[in-house]
């Protein structure tokens, strides 16, 4: 038998936590698995005829980067279609980019926005500066954390929204002393009220932005992620992709199962597990405990300083237990958002009264704020750690002057996003970006990881710096790490013989590079399942 594909570079690493005694360099491939790794007589033994064989000289092939925690359906439809906020530091600023968008599309339509920072408001958000600028349009701002929205009075109108809805959760259509909404939508259940009055997006434009965002993710090093949302038009647009040709990296999707939903929702999410496609498939459930401390529906042991943050979405917490257990019970793997302390130790104590499913473990993800008391009972229980290193560097400020930090409050800001701590304790950390409300280039939150500041802003202090990881540690987050998330660690994470061909191969060895030149890094080629997705030919080569 010879090999389909011999991928040959400087050498290879698996980012183990002892480096390997033996620098490998060469990887042989046949039927989308690798067969072999060592040094040039691996390609003696394995090249035939049919053989293609991939020089890389100086390169360093990894195993294939995933992100555990993304949003690319949801996401990509919005970044394609709406306004991009990101970066609008003033209210003034805001309110000139939603001009410019009116001058290109007209003032009869609707402007949707993404990326929202609350910190412009100065206070609670509301929508009236929205009206005296935009008098009758309907506006409608999505938060950064993507918990919220800010609509303009013309938008409520339009909705009809008057502030006596009531939701299964915690959301909520936020009113003023007058009783009349202000324009500030609170969590999922109440912002879908509004998503259902956006413009329509016809599927194939829908699929066109989620297939060029999937490629340009597998350009940074991407050869997986795991999607935790399987939303309408999830399924169609995978399928709709597939009809074309391949997806660029590996889709693992989780549905959401809503907050106090009935036993019948989480018959249909149990259904849904199996569904796939050559690339994607759905395997795990979705839940969320909390909302966000920056919009105050996070859970604490304590309310925060505008007396928030100190109730779970969940209104009945023995449905939630009794919904791990339903999918525990039934070998489907769970995912638990669960930001502040009294929701990671809820969902701590849950996951010990029913244990883990056969397929894989649970997750808890975010993890924003924790006391020490909680930090080994992650390794204890085998609970993975889901965290995003962009949101400790990007979110928040070293001198707690940001929203977050100010309504949590020194101490509990001070223990935030504690990835450090986590990994000394024997957790098992995998990272992920949770695009597009993070920045979806891995390389970036990698370095963001090791630094604890934005990679690309070297006068900014760094936030909790005693939260450092090392460069071996942040790779092994999204590498080993989502594999083990996935119950796919003797499949995916490492290049050894048996494993999935999935690697990623970058220009220079991250681990021989500074976190800024790790940020710049050039990958060469993504492969996934021995198929080569991206491929730059280095200067000078043919």
Request: some cysteine; hydrophobic content about 40%.
């Amino acid at each position: 038998m010879n090999a389909d594909l011999i991928v040959r570079a400087a050498r290879v690493e698996n980012f183990d936590s002892v480096p390997a005694a033996a620098t490998a360099t060469v990887v042989a491939i046949h039927d989308g698995r690798i067969v072999a790794v060592g040094g040039d007589h691996v390609l003696r033994h394995w090249e035939g005829n049919t053989t293609e064989v991939l020089d890389f000289p100086g390169a360093t092939l990894t195993p294939g980067l995933t992100d555990a925690h993304a949003h690319p359906v949801w996401g990509a439809i919005e970044v394609g279609t709406g306004l991009d906020l990101g970066g609008a530091t003033t209210l003034d600023e805001v309110h000139l980019r939603i001009a410019r968008r009116l001058a290109d599309q007209g003032p009869a339509s609707w402007v949707t926005g993404f990326d929202l920072d609350v910190n412009v408001f100065g206070g609670e958000p509301d929508g009236h500066s929205l009206e005296r600028r935009f008098p009758g349009v309907p506006i409608s701002l999505m938060t950064r954390d993507a918990h919220a929205l800010v609509v303009s009075p013309a938008a409520v109108r339009h909705i009809g929204l008057t502030g006596a809805e009531t939701f299964d959760d915690a959301s909520e259509i936020v009113v003023g002393p007058d009783g009349r909404p202000t324009g500030f939508v609170l969590e999922l259940q109440a912002m879908e009220l509004v998503f259902a009055h956006y413009p329509d997006v016809p599927l194939p434009v829908a699929a066109q932005h989620v297939g060029n965002r999937l490629r340009a993710f597998a350009a940074t090093g991407l050869t997986g992620l795991h999607a935790l949302d399987f939303t309408a038009p999830s399924e169609d647009v995978y399928r709709s992709i597939e009809e074309n040709g391949d997806l660029p990296l590996r889709v693992r999707c989780s549905p959401l199962v809503p907050a106090d939903s009935t036993r019948s929702v989480w018959e249909t999410v149990a259904t849904q597990q199996g569904l796939a496609g050559r690339r994607w498939n759905v395997a795990g459930a979705k839940f969320m405990l909390d909302g966000t401390a920056d919009n105050g529906s996070a859970w604490f042991e304590h309310p925060d300083v505008f007396g928030q943050n100190r109730r779970p979405l969940w209104k009945d917490m023995e449905r939630y237990r009794e919904a791990i257990r339903f999918f525990t019970e039934r070998g489907i793997p769970t995912v638990t958002h669960a930001i502040g302390d009294r929701a990671v130790r809820t969902a701590l104590d849950v996951i010990e009264e029913t244990g883990h499913a056969a397929s894989a473990p649970h997750r808890i993800e975010h993890i924003e704020s924790i006391p020490d008391d909680l930090l080994p009972r992650f390794a204890a229980l085998g609970v993975v750690a889901g965290l995003q290193p962009v949101h400790a560097t990007r979110m928040t400020r070293a001198d707690q002057s940001d929203n977050w930090s100010h309504r949590i409050g020194p101490q509990r800001a001070a223990h935030g996003w504690r990835t450090r701590d986590l990994l000394d304790h024997g957790a098992v950390v995998a990272l992920g970006s949770d695009w597009p409300i993070g920045i979806g280039d891995p390389r970036i939150a990698l370095s963001d990881a090791q630094l604890r500041r934005p990679v690309d802003q070297p006068m900014t202090a760094p936030v909790q710096p005693g939260q450092r990881i090392s460069a071996r540690e942040a790779y092994a987050g999204m590498t080993r790490a989502p594999a083990v998330a996935a119950g796919a660690a003797d499949q995916l994470g490492r290049i050894a013989p048996g494993y999935l061909a999935d690697l990623t191969v970058f220009a220079r060895d991250p681990l021989g590079l500074t976190p800024e030149e790790q940020a710049g890094n050039p990958v060469l080629a993504t492969i996934v399942g021995g198929s080569v997705l991206h491929h730059t030919p280095q200067e000078g080569a043919p």
